[in-house]
C-alpha cells in the first residue's frame, strides 16, 4: 500500500521514498479516474521533490500535474505547469519529461489556433522522443503536428506526418488512436481532392469504427465511402455504403 509507504517515509525523515510514494499513489488515482486526488498527490510529490533540490524528479511530478489538471478541465493551469515542468527537465536534463512537456505544450497552443507555435514545439519533442524509445508519444506528437499542418493547409506535410503516425499506433495496437490517424488521413485527402488516395484509408477506418462501436463516425465513413465510389464511378458500391449509412 503506497500510503503507508508514505506514512512509513514521512516517519522515518525519508523524502526519497516518500516523494516516490506521493507520485505512485498520484498514478494509482490517475489510472482510477480521481483526479482530483491524483492532483493533490502529485502536487505534494513535486513539493517534496523541490525541498530535497531533486530538479528531475520535481519535473516529473509537475508533469503529472499538469496532466492532472487537463483531466480536470483546469487547462489554462495546466499550460503554466507544463511550462515549468519543461524548464525543470531541460535543467536537469531529463530529455523523457523535456520530450512530454513540449508535446503537452504544443496540443495546447494548437487548440488555441497558434499552429505555427505548437509545430516549433513539435519539431523539437520529436527527435527527443525517438532518442528515449517512447513510440506512443512519439506517435502523439506526429499526429498532433499533422492536425496543426492541415489547419495551416500544408496538405503535403499534414499526410507524411499522419503517415508516419499510423504505422506507429498500429504496432502499439493503439486502435482508437489509428482510428483518429485514418480518419484524419482520408479527410486530408478529400479537401485536396485525392478521391482515389482516400479509399487507402476509409475502409480502413470504417472496419475499426465498427470494431470499436462509434457509431456516429461509421455513419460518417460509411457515407463518405458513398460518395467517393460515387465520384469514382463505382456507382453499385456507392449506393452499398449510402444504404449500410442510414
Given at each position: 500500500?503506497?500510503?503507508?509507504?508514505?506514512?512509513?517515509?514521512?516517519?522515518?525523515?525519508?523524502?526519497?521514498?516518500?516523494g516516490n510514494a506521493?507520485?505512485?499513489?498520484?498514478l494509482?488515482?490517475?489510472?482510477?479516474?480521481?483526479?482530483?486526488?491524483?492532483?493533490?498527490?502529485?502536487?505534494?510529490?513535486?513539493?517534496?521533490?523541490?525541498g530535497?533540490?531533486?530538479?528531475?524528479?520535481?519535473?516529473?511530478?509537475?508533469?503529472?500535474?499538469?496532466?492532472?489538471?487537463?483531466?480536470?478541465?483546469?487547462?489554462?493551469?495546466?499550460?503554466?505547469?507544463?511550462?515549468?515542468?519543461?524548464?525543470?527537465?531541460q535543467?536537469?536534463?531529463?530529455?523523457?519529461?523535456?520530450?512530454?512537456?513540449?508535446?503537452?505544450?504544443?496540443?495546447?497552443?494548437?487548440?488555441?489556433?497558434?499552429h505555427?507555435?505548437a509545430?516549433?514545439?513539435?519539431?523539437?519533442?520529436?527527435?527527443?522522443h525517438?532518442?528515449?524509445?517512447?513510440?506512443?508519444?512519439?506517435?502523439?506528437?506526429?499526429?498532433?503536428?499533422?492536425?496543426?499542418?492541415?489547419?495551416?493547409?500544408?496538405?503535403?506535410?499534414?499526410?507524411?506526418?499522419?503517415?508516419?503516425?499510423l504505422?506507429?499506433?498500429q504496432?502499439?495496437?493503439d486502435?482508437?488512436q489509428?482510428?483518429?490517424c485514418?480518419?484524419l488521413?482520408?479527410?486530408v485527402?478529400?479537401?485536396?481532392?485525392?478521391?482515389?488516395?482516400?479509399?487507402?484509408?476509409?475502409?480502413?477506418?470504417?472496419?475499426?469504427?465498427?470494431?470499436?462501436?462509434?457509431?456516429?463516425?461509421e455513419?460518417?465513413?460509411?457515407?463518405?465511402?458513398?460518395?467517393?465510389?460515387?465520384?469514382?464511378?463505382a456507382?453499385?458500391?456507392?449506393?452499398?455504403?449510402?444504404?449500410?449509412?442510414?
Amino acid at each position: 500500500d503506497w500510503r503507508q509507504s508514505r506514512d512509513i517515509a514521512r516517519m522515518a525523515g525519508d523524502p526519497i521514498c516518500e516523494g516516490n510514494a506521493l507520485n505512485n499513489l498520484g498514478l494509482i488515482a490517475s489510472m482510477r479516474g480521481r483526479h482530483e486526488a491524483a492532483l493533490e498527490a502529485f502536487t505534494q510529490a513535486a513539493e517534496v521533490r523541490r525541498g530535497m533540490r531533486d530538479t528531475s524528479g520535481e519535473a516529473e511530478s509537475r508533469l503529472s500535474v499538469g496532466n492532472a489538471l487537463m483531466a480536470l478541465g483546469r487547462a489554462p493551469e495546466a499550460y503554466a505547469v507544463f511550462q515549468k515542468s519543461l524548464a525543470l527537465a531541460q535543467a536537469s536534463k531529463n530529455l523523457e519529461i523535456e520530450a512530454a512537456s513540449l508535446t503537452n505544450l504544443g496540443a495546447f497552443e494548437g487548440g488555441l489556433g497558434q499552429h505555427e507555435k505548437a509545430l516549433e514545439r513539435f519539431r523539437k519533442a520529436l527527435p527527443l522522443h525517438r532518442k528515449v524509445g517512447n513510440p506512443a508519444f512519439e506517435a502523439n506528437t506526429l499526429m498532433a503536428m499533422g492536425i496543426s499542418l492541415q489547419q495551416l493547409k500544408r496538405g503535403d506535410a499534414a499526410m507524411a506526418a499522419l503517415g508516419d503516425a499510423l504505422p506507429l499506433f498500429q504496432r502499439l495496437r493503439d486502435a482508437p488512436q489509428e482510428l483518429r490517424c485514418l480518419t484524419l488521413l482520408w479527410k486530408v485527402c478529400l479537401e485536396r481532392d485525392q478521391r482515389v488516395k482516400a479509399l487507402d484509408y476509409l475502409p480502413q477506418a470504417l472496419v475499426l469504427a465498427n470494431t470499436l462501436d462509434d457509431k456516429p463516425l461509421e455513419a460518417e465513413t460509411c457515407n463518405t465511402l458513398g460518395i467517393v465510389y460515387f465520384h469514382t464511378g463505382a456507382i453499385g458500391k456507392a449506393a452499398e455504403h449510402w444504404r449500410k449509412a442510414e
